[in-house]
């Protein structure tokens, strides 16, 4: 044992080593709440269409290393000046990961606290100094006094504000993120990983500061097991992560279908709306129940507090009845005593509040 863990202490990073594996829970047999999936699939008509482009795909060659019909697809969807450039991710995580790869050492990368697990995870494993500001306990909005102190005094290389911001489901304040975008001499990254159900962008806004950068994923729309993510902004920014960027790194199957699904807008339209009405419905319900505080969400997910010291034993009844949610309550601080549900199907979210009624 002392020869393979010797081994294993001289060839890795310190970083590396303190770190643990992200983990993933087991939703295997339950109703899945803990991802921010979107619960439907496609009618057997579109999955038939879809299969129709996938059967020109060249598998024995390698994928388009630009992806330009995909771009393309990309920049009419969202409206993007052509002034602007897009660099595709396998999934958004992919992009945060190779933004930071190309950051000298040890410089500083600051998020708010809580926010988003990736930020943090890929900093901590790549050496740079990750800052998490916490936010304002009232109201999960940014505490704009620490963000400017924070800012001024580290000088962070990367800003990442999502928007909403996931595990909260708030939409930051504009005015705090258009200060923090003037008073940041490093990147600003705008992550709208949630957009579909904000209705809020700062897409319009990458004309006005060259250091915006606004990312974007197809998971949460309803495309997560396509793994793409996109980033817009300066092209001479896009041109530096596209040499840290692995050249075939969005495979034949996801160029073709998510460029399928994305030149099909209605596919989504319906499907979304129907989640942010759940999201009202399921955000009433919660706040009916005896004891629960529910936050205010433009995502597809739900957060809400329990009763002190309760937030597990929950969880695990809840799931014991066949519901998989997420547990941040071992987070502590702003969310201790906190879990986060994924908006379902009506019958899903129904199963959740009855599990959810049946726990407190
Ligand atoms: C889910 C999520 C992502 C990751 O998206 P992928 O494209 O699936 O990697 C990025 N940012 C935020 C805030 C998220 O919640």
Known sequence: MTKINNLISTIFRKEVLAMEAYKIAD?????????????????????KDWLKTLKDCHLNRYPDPQAAHLIDTIKQLNQLPEQFEVLLGNGSDEIIQLLLMALPQAVSVL?????????????????????????????????????????????PAVIFLAYPNNPTGNLFSESAILEIIQIANGLVVIDEAYAPFANASFINMLGQYTNLLVMRTVSKLGLAGLRLGYIMGHPKIIEQLNKVRLPYNINT????????????????????????????????????????IAYPSAANFILFRTPKNKATEIFLSIREQGVLIKNLSNHGRLLSDCLRVTIGTPQENIAFLTALRKSL
């Open 27 to 47: 939703a295997k047999g339950l109703i899945k709440l803990d991802a921010m999936e979107n619960p439907y699939s496609w009618s057997d008509d579109i999955k």
């Open 253 to 292: 199957l996801t160029q073709s279908s998510a460029d399928f699904a994305l030149s099909n807008k209605f596919l989504f339209e319906q499907q979304t709306e129907s989640i942010c009405k759940e999201r009202s419905i399921l955000f009433k319900k919660l706040n009916e129940l005896d004891g629960i």
């Open 111 to 155: 998020a708010p606290d809580p926010g988003f697990v990736m930020y943090k995870q890929l900093s901590d494993c790549l050496g740079l100094n990750y800052l998490g500001i916490p936010l304002c306990a009232d109201n999960f909005d940014l505490d704009m006094p620490a963000m400017r102190e924070a800012i001024e005094r580290y000088q």
